[in-house]
Nanobody, 129 residues
Framework: QVHLVESGGRLVQAGGSLRLSCAASGRTFNGYAMGWFRQAPGKEREFVAAISWSGDGIYYADSVKGRFTISRDNVKSMLYLEMNSLKPEDTAVYYC??????????????????????WGQGTQVTVSQ
């Protein structure tokens, strides 16, 4: 079992920046690819970014590429999402998720919600005009 807790979401003006954090506890953080997803009201949950447990495999949704940066600290069991140049359409609840990966897949991370095994409760990000 992996327990995930997100933090850092808040109201921010368009063009601003935020850093989301996700603290993991329970089973070892190594061995899990990590991802960020988001869900806006009335919309399905969508992929934002993912990072393999080695840190070498990093993936972004086209909508956030060049503006968001995902990173992880395996010593501290932390996942981060640095968000810059925020837009109103980035408004959503942001979730972190953990996906178990075997050692041979240490450089791979999933990009669909169904690939992930554990989820946090989410943190609200609101970007105003």
């Amino acid at each position: 079992q992996v327990h995930l807790v997100e933090s850092g979401g808040r109201l921010v003006q368009a063009g601003g920046s935020l850093r989301l954090s996700c603290a993991a506890s329970g089973r070892t953080f190594n061995g899990y690819a990590m991802g960020w997803f988001r869900q806006a009201p009335g919309k399905e949950r969508e992929f934002v970014a993912a990072i393999s447990w080695s840190g070498d495999g990093i993936y972004y949704a086209d909508s956030v590429k060049g503006r968001f940066t995902i990173s992880r600290d395996n010593v501290k069991s932390m996942l981060y999402l640095e968000m810059n140049s925020l837009k109103p359409e980035d408004t959503a609840v942001y979730y972190c998720a953990a996906e178990f990966r075997i050692r041979t897949d240490m450089d791979v991370a999933g990009r669909t919600a169904r690939e992930y095994d554990y989820w946090g409760q989410g943190t609200q990000v609101t970007v105003s005009q």
